[in-house]
């Protein structure tokens, strides 16, 4: 397949504005997208002292933001591919969530799965933001669900 069989459908892409604010009394700056094709956009340590993470050692790291999503949507938490490749720096709760109601700073729960300590540094960048549309649910309680050819096969039940 080649760049000219892709079709591309233009969308009205809208923009959602999200208050934020600093926690602190320090300008800590928006989180930003690295390329303009990112999804997640970067979250830094506001930390006022570098931070050592031992391995197996795990901490709350704030980003120095508190933000205020709109009822309906979510922003997840996720962890950076480059930390956890180099380093083996993850989140333990990954992807945490934020929910439309929390108004606390954003922290980030990173360990260190990797074999030396690291270093987080101010501003350094620990994580990655996406925020997304939360939808509603109902529940409709029924005797069986509709079947499909895979059926209640579990983990590795489709193969590799």
Known sequence: MTREDVTVEETDDTVLRVPLISVGDEVI?????ATSGSSGMDLRAAVRRRVLLRPRERAAV?????I??????E???????GLALHHG???LNGPGTIDSDYRGEIQVILVNLGREPFWIERGERIAQLVVQRSVPVEWILRDRLTPTARGDGGFGHTGK
């Open 89 to 91: 720096i993850g989140l």
């Open 75 to 81: 922003a997840q938490v996720r962890p950076r591919s």
């Open 62 to 66: 704030g980003t120095g933001i508190a």
């Open 29 to 33: 700056l928006p989180p930003v997208k």
């Open 68 to 73: 205020e999503l709109p009822p309906g949507y």
